[in-house]
């Protein structure tokens, strides 16, 4: 088959592989429906994270079961499913925990860029649609995959609840997607920082009540003058660097709370800072796997349409410029269609 | 009157200073029954916080009111009271939403190695005891004022719940009251990292159902092994260095909670470690006058007994001695008698 590798920085090439075969009895290959880029694909795409070599790229996915190992026993081919980009067993203590990207046997599924995919521990990690889903609601699903996984983890980890008052710094996919799940948990007012007028618009739909596009000091003062001076109940840091961790802590309530669910890079609190804030602060590799069954629920109910995060839909040939699109900011979120 | 006074570090003295006398009309005026020195005390004693100057010292408290301001209306003059050492309206957002160290209106209070103390925000800081003490129980009641409160602090913020794993870093006098405090919230295994013998005989008496001797890496390690590698649901770090800081992140399992309550120096964490740890963080300036009431009645009902972590009692003239001890670790904590 014909697949994403990223060779260095810059260099997206759709090449060669080998097919995805079923390597431990725990596994499942499936043909995949749709996938798309991450946000943090982009980090080695840039240079910023440093790569051991020519990498297979993607883990979103969502699609049909062609294959399992002898021991598979939730999931049989024929069926449409989607997992996380941590397979995990489900039954450990820290799956038991809600932690499921913590699992003590998880493995890092990727390769999804591509029109088949080999997932270990497939009973712990897919989770089947009760049929093969309409075309249109094909991106939603897939969004459940990570990117509406990480941003509802945003909002539970900040503690959202009916009524709360919530800033979501950072306007990518994760941070529109926190802004849905923020409404959805009930928040009554959501504070969405953007400077990119189309993410504006998304956000609003999504729930967005305010947005503010100043940064840094004058950003947390616009917040702090929005909320009577008292600060947001639940922040959601949606970046991961060293400004947006700051900003964050910056507009959060003394006792709020204050998540984070992009990989931090260059991140350093200080401990005293940190102290003086109050704040409670809670993030890591989002459990997606947790909360896909409800995600998937929300979308196949049609209650929600995280599938409008993706503006830019391509062949998966064309794969290279949907980086190109996302690094050069004119996508928000590129979808690949094998 | 005779009062506490930090000159630099090392050098404590007991001098002339003036009667506090009523400022605003918010104050009261309390004459101590009892008072003590604070671990954090040491800080500037060890010349590791700079001072802008001589300073008043203490701001552990209970005792009788003297006098109070035209406003006050919730305490009077003959009642036995007790406060924290920041001074709050309980009317603010913030004291609303439990965070009374991050009041507003908060005034630090200090002063409190005298026999008499100005206390601002009365109505708001002080909770008076049904009645006048008997004696023995006045140790306890002062605890309550910070060490206790601090420690139970610790444990609420860790989310210390029936049947839980709780690990406490640190085996001083908050340690040793955060070992009692998430032994009161239900907590089934309690370990205690501690290295001195008389302290791990309080701490047992106080709940700790195991002691760990080893620090760093053989300290996680072993605390890893006691949980079947699982880590603990609750660590509750009571020191406030980068050394203990990491070790409370090391034991915590992924979902777990770590909180901190001793004022962080020279602590820096790495957003990327914390990221893949996947704790919960919490900590900050004790909110005591939230715990208050609470701690204040299982002290006066001889549930607990908080006092016992007073192992050193000196006449208030002997303050200097009471600083000495503490930083030689001859003392877990000083009460002083005015």
């Known amino acids: 088959m014909r697949a994403t590798v990223l060779h260095k920085a810059?260099?997206?090439?759709?090449?060669?592989?080998?097919?995805?075969?079923?390597?431990?009895?725990?596994?499942?290959?499936?043909?995949?429906?749709?996938?798309?880029?991450?946000?943090?694909?982009?980090?080695?795409?840039?240079?910023?994270?440093?790569?051991?070599?020519?990498?297979?790229?993607?883990?979103?996915?969502?699609?049909?079961?062609?294959?399992?190992?002898?021991?598979?026993?939730?999931?049989?081919?024929?069926?449409?499913?989607?997992?996380?980009?941590?397979?995990?067993?489900?039954?450990?203590?820290?799956?038991?925990?809600?932690?499921?990207?913590?699992?003590?046997?998880r493995e890092y599924v990727t390769g999804a860029q591509a029109p088949k995919l080999r997932v270990p521990l497939a009973d712990g990690t897919l989770v089947a649609t009760p049929d093969v889903p309409a075309d249109d609601l094909v991106p939603g699903l897939l969004a459940t995959s990570d990117v509406f996984g990480t941003g509802w983890f945003a909002a539970d980890a900040a503690n959202v609840k009916p009524g709360a008052t919530v800033a979501v710094v950072g306007d990518g996919a994760v941070g529109l997607m926190a802004t849905l799940s923020a409404k959805q948990l009930g928040a009554e007012r959501i504070i969405v920082m953007s400077r990119h007028e189309a993410r504006q618009q998304l956000a609003r739909e999504y729930g967005a009540t305010d947005i503010v596009a100043e940064r840094g000091a004058e950003g947390i003062a616009r917040i702090k003058e929005l909320t009577r001076g008292i600060g947001a109940d639940a922040v959601l840091e949606c970046v991961g660097t060293q400004e947006s961790m700051q900003q964050a802590i910056g507009v959060a309530r003394p006792g709020g709370y204050v998540s984070y669910v992009g990989v931090p890079h260059g991140v350093s609190l200080d401990g005293q800072q940190l102290f003086f804030a109050h704040v409670h602060l809670h993030g890591g590799p989002a459990p997606v796997r947790r909360f896909l069954p409800h995600l998937v629920d929300l979308v196949w109910n049609r209650t929600v349409d995280p599938g409008k995060v993706f503006d830019l839909r391509l062949p998966l040939a064309q794969v290279a410029e949907g980086y190109r699109a996302m690094d050069e900011r004119r996508a928000i979120k590129a979808l690949l269609q094998p």
């Open 10 to 105: 810059g260099d997206v090439r759709f090449e060669e592989l080998p097919d995805p075969k079923i390597l431990a009895p725990t596994d499942a290959v499936i043909r995949l429906a749709a996938t798309c880029v991450c946000g943090s694909d982009l980090w080695p795409y840039r240079g910023i994270q440093a790569m051991p070599g020519p990498m297979p790229m993607g883990h979103e996915y969502c699609g049909i079961v062609e294959d399992v190992g002898r021991d598979v026993t939730s999931v049989k081919p024929g069926q449409f499913v989607i997992g996380s980009f941590f397979a995990s067993d489900n039954t450990c203590p820290h799956c038991h925990a809600g932690y499921q990207t913590s699992c003590e046997h």
